[in-house]
C-alpha cells in the first residue's frame, strides 16, 4: 500500500532547510504531495515573496524527493486536500506544533523540528543588510 505524505509551505528562496524538510517528508512514504502557498494566499497572510507562484512552484517539480505540487489558496482546505489526495500523514515544521492536531482524525499529524540557522526570513534580512552596508560605501548594488 503506498503511504501518501503532504505538507504546505511558501518555499520562496529555496534553501538547505527546505531540502532537508521535503527530504525527512518523503522518507516518511511512497508520495509527497507539497500545497505551495498562492501569491493571493500569501498576500492575505501578509507575506511577499521574491519569486511569483508559478516559477516556486516550477522549482519545487524539478526536486527528486516531490511528486506533486498543488496550489494552497486558504487555510481552510486542509483537510479537503486529505481526503481528496488519501493522504496517510501531514507533516509541517515544529514551529506549527499543535495548530494541526485537529487533522488526526483524518490522518497522523507530524511536526517536524526545522533546521537550525536557516530560513528565507533570516535571508531576506540577510540580503537586506547586505545592500545597505554596500550602499554606504558607495558601491553598486547587485
Same mark, same amino acid.
Given at each position: 500500500? @503506498?503511504?501518501?505524505?503532504? &505538507?504546505?509551505?511558501? /518555499?520562496?528562496?529555496?534553501?538547505?532547510?527546505? @531540502?532537508?524538510? =521535503?527530504?525527512?517528508?518523503?522518507?516518511?512514504?511512497?508520495?509527497?504531495?507539497?500545497? =505551495?502557498? &498562492?501569491?493571493?494566499?500569501?498576500?492575505?497572510?501578509?507575506?511577499?515573496? /521574491?519569486?511569483?507562484?508559478?516559477?516556486?512552484?516550477?522549482?519545487?517539480?524539478? @526536486?527528486?524527493?516531490?511528486?506533486?505540487?498543488?496550489?494552497? +489558496? &486558504?487555510?481552510?482546505?486542509?483537510?479537503?486536500?486529505?481526503?481528496? /489526495?488519501?493522504?496517510?500523514?501531514?507533516?509541517?515544521?515544529?514551529?506549527?506544533?499543535?495548530?494541526?492536531?485537529? =487533522? &488526526?482524525?483524518?490522518?497522523?499529524?507530524?511536526?517536524?523540528?526545522?533546521?537550525?540557522?536557516?530560513?528565507?526570513?533570516? @535571508?531576506?534580512?540577510?540580503?537586506?543588510?547586505?545592500?545597505?552596508?554596500?550602499?554606504?560605501?558607495?558601491?553598486?548594488? +547587485?
Amino acid at each position: 500500500m @503506498i503511504k501518501r505524505i503532504i &505538507t504546505y509551505g511558501t /518555499f520562496d528562496l529555496l534553501h538547505h532547510g527546505h @531540502i532537508n524538510l =521535503l527530504r525527512r517528508c518523503r522518507a516518511l512514504g511512497d508520495h509527497l504531495t507539497v500545497a =505551495l502557498s &498562492t501569491d493571493e494566499f500569501n498576500k492575505l497572510k501578509g507575506k511577499t515573496c /521574491f519569486h511569483p507562484y508559478d516559477d516556486r512552484a516550477s522549482v519545487l517539480e524539478a @526536486i527528486r524527493y516531490v511528486d506533486r505540487v498543488i496550489p494552497e +489558496n &486558504t487555510w481552510e482546505q486542509k483537510i479537503n486536500d486529505v481526503k481528496n /489526495f488519501d493522504i496517510d500523514i501531514f507533516v509541517i515544521g515544529d514551529d506549527w506544533q499543535g495548530k494541526f492536531d485537529f =487533522l &488526526t482524525e483524518h490522518c497522523q499529524v507530524i511536526y517536524l523540528p526545522r533546521t537550525p540557522n536557516i530560513s528565507t526570513t533570516y @535571508i531576506k534580512h540577510k540580503l537586506s543588510v547586505q545592500t545597505i552596508t554596500t550602499s554606504e560605501y558607495g558601491e553598486e548594488d +547587485n
